[in-house]
């Protein structure tokens, strides 16, 4: 029997839970059909039907909670205690727990390990202006990370005329820095402001990314 057809080691089916609707009383308001999350309910003729009445959740009464005519009625809750009782279900529920607690711890170091990840500075664009024409900046920039940890990607070079670089009119360049390790970059970053001062170049932008 699939494990979703069991309720704590005991078959569903064994289990009378579920909800009776006075359709005499029911004013098809649809509140019960749209709060359900287990898809028990569908309406008819304006009026609310437990079709898939196994579907409810053992020990849940919120539908009959929230109608406003109190059409809808479940067992005794004494039904469930007896249950719990007969069946000696908490040996069970330990075992659950503890796979739970397992999946909880699990996801917590997933997400803490994301988080610490993502604090990380891995990937920032830098954009920066001035006459690149004789200054050999692309080789300074292969020297720098020569050996290194360290990439620079996606350069773009906005050269507003040819004949105008050749005049030294101002450029535009703009590249990503990266780490071919996936490790903070932090460190190095000053090492590439420094490249670009030391080049005479103006430093327009600097974005983590
Ligand atoms: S919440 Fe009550 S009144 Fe509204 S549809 Fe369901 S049973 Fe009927
Ligand atoms: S008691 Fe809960 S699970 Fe069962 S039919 Fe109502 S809302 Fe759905």
């Not at 997400?111 to 200054?135: I, M, N, P, Q, Y």
């Not at 990607?153 to 004949?163: E, F, H, I």
Request: with cysteine.
């Amino acid at each position: 029997m699939a494990k979703d057809e069991m309720w704590h080691g005991i078959p569903r089916k064994d289990i009378p839970w579920f909800p009776a609707v006075d359709t005499d009383a029911c004013i098809g308001c649809s509140l019960c059909f749209t709060t359900c999350g287990r898809g028990v309910y569908e309406m008819k003729e304006n009026k609310a039907v437990p079709v898939k009445a196994m579907s409810c959740m053992v020990g849940c009464s919120t539908c009959g909670t929230v109608c406003p005519v109190a059409a809808i009625s479940f067992p005794d809750r004494d039904l469930i205690w007896k249950l719990e009782r007969e069946h000696k279900i908490f040996k069970v529920v330990r075992e659950e727990a503890k796979e739970k607690k397992a999946k909880q711890d699990a996801a917590k170091a997933r997400a803490s390990a994301e988080d610490a990840v993502a604090k990380l500075t891995t990937h920032v664009r830098f954009e920066a202006a001035g006459e690149f024409g004789e200054k050999r900046f692309l080789v300074q920039m292969g020297e720098l990370v020569k050996g290194r940890p360290y990439d620079f990607v996606n350069l773009r070079m906005d050269v507003p005329t040819v004949q105008g670089a050749r005049q030294n009119t101002p450029s535009f360049m703009s590249f990503d820095v990266t780490s071919t390790e996936q490790e903070d970059i932090q460190s190095f970053l000053s090492e590439v402001r420094d490249l670009i001062r030391r080049n005479g170049l103006t430093l327009v932008s600097e974005n983590k990314l």
